[in-house]
């Protein structure tokens, strides 16, 4: 029992990662690289943890990105 309660209660830190390497790099392109990804890999996993905590992350602006308020 003690075994699910921990996978349960597993918070995955990857999101994190994701959002503190766009923070630091100040794109996508180059934190996917910094991350060992491809742009459109990293694309898409920001979409997709956007439209699961339904609010958005990153602001595009040109070819940057900032952080929103959440992010």
Excluded: C, W
Excluded at 19 to 24: F, G, Y
Excluded at 36 to 50: I, M
């Amino acid at each position: 029992m003690a075994a699910q309660n921990a996978s349960e209660n597993d918070f995955d830190v990857y999101p994190l990662r994701v959002v503190k390497a766009i923070s630091d790099e100040g794109s996508i392109t180059r934190a996917a690289y910094s991350l060992g990804f491809s742009q459109p890999a990293l694309s898409q996993h920001v979409r997709r943890l956007e439209q699961k905590l339904g609010i958005g992350i990153v602001e595009r602006v040109g070819r940057t990105v900032r952080l929103t308020e959440a992010g």
